[in-house]
């Protein structure tokens, strides 16, 4: 039953040691107190479950709160359980969510030893990342994360940067695009802040920016994104885009046909279907208490998985559907257990749409064309009309890449 099951898990659960503002988890970072940690035997009730029905492939995202406020000996016990419990020939992924301040030249060699994949979180320059994500002293984090991602970069650790998109760096989308291409950051991803509290069920989405200024943010960061036609910097929303373009399946989420299979699991082992449902509604059991067969066998799992598909009748009618399949289900309006609005950013991603078909549509040509020319040089033979496409895509090739 784990097979192509991910799982996030809050590996401190709110536990931080920074104070951001907009943070969306229950909206109170812990800063004192007993630290969670999560039980070894759970650990490993669950790391051994996860594995039996894993299928050849394991994925493991550890956040917070603060992941890394675990210690390093809690990861050196992550991975020890992975490799006993796995079955041979496993392809294990681990990857962490973390403000980047704890980051040394330890913790880099530990990821660089077991490819663990490192998200950090910045949200621009100095002045905006410390305006909105200070420590829980009130002193700004910049100069603490980027010494954490210089430690990254020494030891060749791969990472991304995510930025969360508020009102102190919504009009600064040139300014960002510049400061990561000068910080020589290489992939990125947009989240825009939206400050409800994913334990209330009940709770509205309370959006800090409009449509209108995410949409405009959004497409004066495709315009230095474009660099006419020759994109040097991975913008994950971007990216997911031209995916479909290209006749592929976005990676992610927001944009699929249907949500990611995915268990989040709270520090004490509490499983739910997603961060932005971690309530008593969609509680699905404990990891401790149940096997994950029996979790994803819960009505409130099944329930949650038809979410995307109930669409309000605006996003049926859209042009633009094939692009977002209705946005995340979280920020539409539901009455009744029916969705009666839109996603509420569906103003921002009609704009960027339109704003960049043109130019995504020469690109994917392009793309395709490089395709279709790497496959000849290498000695290959182009498919039949009627065939389905060498590029991978599923469809025909008449429909696909032959007019590249």
Same mark, same amino acid.
């Given at each position: 039953?784990?097979?192509?099951?991910?799982?996030?898990?809050?590996?401190?659960?709110?536990?931080?040691?920074?104070?951001?503002?907009?943070?969306?988890?229950?909206?109170?970072?812990?800063?004192?107190?007993?630290?969670?940690?999560?039980?070894?035997?759970?650990?490993?009730?669950?790391?051994?479950?996860?594995?039996?029905?894993?299928?050849?492939?394991?994925?493991f995202v550890w956040?917070?709160?603060?992941?890394?406020?675990?210690?390093?000996?809690?990861?050196?016990?992550?991975?020890?359980?992975?490799?006993?419990?796995?079955?041979?020939?496993?392809?294990?992924?681990?990857?962490?969510?973390?403000?980047?301040?704890?980051?040394?030249?330890?913790?880099?060699?530990?990821?660089r030893q077991y490819?663990?994949?490192?998200?950090?979180?910045?949200?621009?320059?100095?002045?905006?990342?410390?305006?909105?994500?200070?420590?829980?002293?009130?002193?700004?984090?910049?100069?603490?994360?980027?010494?954490?991602?210089?430690?990254?970069?020494?030891?060749?650790?791969?990472?991304?940067?995510?930025?969360?998109?508020?009102?102190?760096?919504?009009?600064?989308?040139?300014?960002?695009?510049?400061?990561?291409? *000068? &910080?020589?950051?290489?992939? $990125? /991803?947009?989240?825009? #802040?939206?400050?409800?509290?994913?334990? @209330?069920?009940?709770? =509205?989405?309370?959006?800090?920016?409009?449509?209108?200024?995410?949409?405009?943010?959004?497409?004066?960061?495709?315009?230095?994104?474009?660099?006419?036609?020759?994109?040097?910097?991975?913008?994950?929303?971007?990216?997911?885009?031209?995916?479909?373009?290209?006749? *592929? &399946?976005?990676?992610?989420? $927001? /944009?699929?046909?249907? #949500?990611?299979?995915t268990l989040i699991? @709270?520090?004490?082992? =509490?499983?739910?279907?997603?961060?932005?449902?971690?309530?008593?509604?969609?509680?699905?059991?404990?990891?401790?208490?149940?096997?994950?067969?029996?979790?994803?066998?819960?009505?409130?799992?099944?329930?949650?998985?038809?979410?995307?598909?109930?669409?309000?009748?605006?996003?049926?009618?859209?042009?633009?559907?094939?692009?977002?399949?209705?946005?995340?289900?979280?920020?539409?309006?539901?009455?009744?257990?029916?969705?009666?609005?839109?996603?509420?950013?569906?103003?921002?991603?009609?704009?960027?749409?339109?704003?960049?078909?043109?130019?995504?549509?020469?690109?994917?040509?392009?793309?395709?064309?490089?395709?279709?020319?790497?496959?000849?040089?290498?000695?290959?033979?182009?498919?039949?009309?009627?065939?389905?496409?060498?590029?991978?895509?599923?469809?025909?090739?008449?429909?696909?890449?032959?007019?590249?």
């Amino acid at each position: 039953m784990a097979h192509g099951l991910s799982v996030m898990w809050k590996t401190v659960s709110n536990y931080c040691n920074m104070a951001c503002d907009y943070c969306y988890f229950d909206g109170s970072a812990g800063h004192g107190g007993k630290k969670p940690r999560i039980d070894q035997e759970l650990l490993e009730t669950f790391i051994r479950d996860y594995m039996a029905g894993s299928g050849g492939k394991a994925s493991f995202v550890w956040q917070g709160g603060e992941p890394l406020l675990a210690g390093l000996d809690f990861f050196r016990e992550v991975v020890r359980l992975q490799a006993l419990h796995a079955p041979p020939g496993t392809v294990i992924g681990n990857s962490v969510q973390t403000n980047g301040t704890l980051i040394d030249e330890e913790w880099a060699r530990f990821f660089r030893q077991y490819n663990v994949f490192v998200g950090v979180s910045l949200d621009g320059p100095r002045d905006i990342h410390d305006a909105r994500r200070p420590f829980g002293s009130g002193a700004g984090s910049f100069d603490a994360a980027m010494r954490g991602i210089a430690w990254l970069r020494r030891y060749g650790v791969e990472f991304n940067v995510l930025t969360v998109v508020h009102r102190g760096n919504v009009r600064e989308a040139a300014r960002l695009m510049d400061f990561y291409e *000068r &910080e020589g950051f290489t992939h $990125v /991803q947009f989240i825009p #802040c939206m400050s409800f509290k994913a334990r @209330d069920a009940e709770a =509205d989405g309370l959006y800090e920016i409009t449509p209108a200024e995410y949409g405009d943010f959004l497409c004066e960061a495709f315009d230095r994104w474009w660099n006419d036609g020759r994109p040097r910097l991975s913008v994950r929303f971007f990216d997911n885009v031209l995916a479909r373009y290209l006749g *592929r &399946e976005a990676e992610s989420c $927001v /944009q699929r046909p249907t #949500c990611a299979r995915t268990l989040i699991l @709270d520090g004490n082992g =509490d499983a739910y279907p997603c961060d932005f449902y971690m309530n008593r509604e969609y509680r699905l059991g404990n990891v401790g208490e149940q096997s994950i067969g029996e979790i994803v066998d819960h009505p409130a799992y099944r329930r949650f998985l038809t979410l995307k598909s109930e669409l309000p009748d605006d996003c049926r009618a859209c042009e633009y559907f094939g692009l977002c399949h209705g946005g995340c289900p979280r920020n539409r309006g539901w009455s009744g257990g029916r969705a009666v609005r839109p996603d509420y950013f569906c103003a921002a991603y009609r704009r960027i749409f339109a704003h960049a078909h043109d130019r995504l549509v020469a690109l994917a040509a392009a793309i395709r064309a490089d395709w279709k020319r790497e496959l000849l040089a290498r000695g290959g033979t182009l498919p039949g009309r009627n065939e389905p496409c060498f590029c991978g895509s599923g469809l025909k090739y008449k429909k696909c890449c032959e007019g590249a």
